[in-house]
């Protein structure tokens, strides 16, 4: 009667490697390139009128369905900035995290990858494959319509950091932090995704992700300023964990001490 | 005083034919043409500009509160693909599915028929009644504008069975799955639809849904491609339901099996 | 001792008068005359290219804050088709019936004289003050320009009737019916009135409700089809009041005799 | 064994003071800067065609998920005449009240700032810095298209009065009064600044909010008409706040008079 307990663990071990690893490192890989696949597919329709409204409920509503569907297994990150803020938050311990990472940068080349086979090369072309670059901006006609102007650099990378932190915060805050966490995170989630690619699309195409950035750049070829796509999101998703840590979460954790 | 029971029985069976059966059947009929019948009218009301967000919330939306209204009764389908979905998950036995499938396609048909009939011809041939067909991609005025490429059949089929396995995974995740099951799945179906349709009104017409595409293929006569809105919506919501059975719901079998 | 009961009698009697009858009155009043305010300002403010999507969220989600606003004392109808629906499923009496649609009635016009005082007559002439008319349908472009051709009258009273069928369907089974009530039913009867005014705007203007049509046609002096907006709305919601009554909700009937 | 208990209070002092006042405040300052900065963002990015639309989502959506995340810390006001309304109501004391005025205006003002220095000229001057004026209405062309008019400096303080009326009637009804306030307050909170900007978009351009029209006054230098957007929603709200004690949670007072 000593041997039967002793399956029993092992298939509790099993079991246990298979929901905590397994099952959500699939959920990201899949759930990643779901997320970014309708999002391309949304944001590249050759609807240009409203490039704005149609990228950022594309992509957001998406990432929303996603979470709700997926966020049970694996919390639903779906991009490697939101994984860096939930790591420096404390959420999740760095061995997963990094393989997080590795799946939704492998799920949004699939993305790209399948948008590409997808596409006719006339609609892919307009959109350059749905990839995330710094727009020109062209002076409206009724002020001339003459100079045209590409945002900056250092402008490009400064507002993917701020529209990330605040991204990522509301993340940490609707979905980890104690005062605050909702059960419909997923709805709060999506709806931060939406606004800040309609802050952004016609500035820096609204990336937020590098993941959402990696894979249509591998496929479309299009690497002009693809760094601010990594610096912006990492470094704007470290400051809101540190100020999830530091700051809206302390008011925890004094709880916990007195306690 | 063995009488009284025996009538109570049968009431009792009555009530359970008409609750299991009768008002299912009716709801599925009757909410597919709603949900079809403003579907339509939505995205054919003549507002070219912004066809794929208003095409997309028009049968999203419609969806979603329908989902709402009816649920209770038949689970709220609407459509073809999504009964295949839950037969393979297992939720639902075959023959009350392929009942199901008949009213839809009857609900379907019966939309495209009212919506003919309150179109004026004018509308009404404009958006071809309503119909999916594969859309003709024109090269926009800055690159040329003369090169005018259609969809291909296969790329066409590929793209309404890749967002019906995602539609389907979502509604399968929130409404049947034990540990991610929502009580506001309503929702999460109808803004799943909403990006499904985003993501492909301008390449197949988004339809996901065979009794969707047959309704109005009958009552406009454009039958042109129309195996696609069955083979691509068909295969891949069985996908789903596949992935569902042995990958995603996995978790909680084994979980039943340790107890 | 007598009279201190007596008195508390009096003091309950206030309230109950004052909870159920003025309070109820006065929220129907203030509420649609919010409700049909910033309906008519989003659906007349010029933006010509977007005005189905416009109109629908502005009075669709308009109806959504009210109803959580208001709704707890009067069940937030603003609607006198709505009333008529609730009226014909038993969930209210006459009197009150009859007493909401006269302050629904008064509730639009006052909206609409607001609406009259505050709009400069450029911007009210162009959308004919926010009334409802049957909207005449421009061939496009790219089939020939030339022919106009107008909604007939009885398409009007069918596609309103419809609408108002669909509207009032489900306000009544997400609100009123045991087994499908929400504690989100603002959120789906917001969400209804969206999608029924995506699909209604260029051909009836999306009425549903004679309060939204009067008050504007008493001011900018539009009465053509005007009794379309009454018959429409009017059956449609007796229809689904009558359908509630005896199809959807026998469920809970034959359940309540059984017990 | 005195002196432990009293470091206790001490400790308990400090995080009483930290949770109360420190907190609050620093959410009131970092969420109204994160609200007014993704809304400049999303109001100003160059689509015209949709502006009401984009900018009612923008800011609206904004405010939303700024609610969610730090509305447990402050109730989430982010908006001056919130604070005059909740005050009014008696829901907060008059110290805590001024020192989150104070902090709204200086996180409008940091946001115009940011706003400033991240956007191209180009850009910055088309939407003249997100700034909100009263808008020049231009007869369109099938009217003849020559007469310019622009709204009144009168029409323009009623329209911003009355809309703030109706948006912080609707913020007290769902996050104050105990019979209707929602645990998705911020949801409706969100949806009701959509809708009162898709109505006065086109208008005043729909601030409602003196901090939101202060820091891209400062910043763009447009002070044309600038009292309105004090004078309006500050009176709006204290007029809702008025009504809200007096006529809407009389009930509750009464109810609470009788036990």
Known sequence: SIVVPKITNENENKTNIFNNIVQPIIAELIGTTFFILIGLFGACNGDNKNSSLTAGFSFGFSLMILIASFGHMSGGHFNPAVTVGVLISGAIDLKKGLLYIL????????AAGIFRLLSHTTTYQRCRGGATFLVTIQTPKEMGGIITDRINWWEGVCIELLLTFIFVTVI?????????????????????LCVCIFASNKLTGGSLNPARSLGPAIFANVWSHHYIYWIGPLFGASLAGGF?????????QNTFDNK
Chains 1, 2, 3, 4 share one sequence.
């Open 244 to 252: 999830y840590r530091f700051i809206w979460s302390i008011n925890d």
């Open 172 to 192: 940490l805050m609707v979905s980890i932090n104690h005062k605050s966490k909702s059960n419909i995170a997923s709805i709060y989630n999506g709806i931060a």
């Open 103 to 110: 799946m939704q940068l492998i799920g949004g080349s699939m």
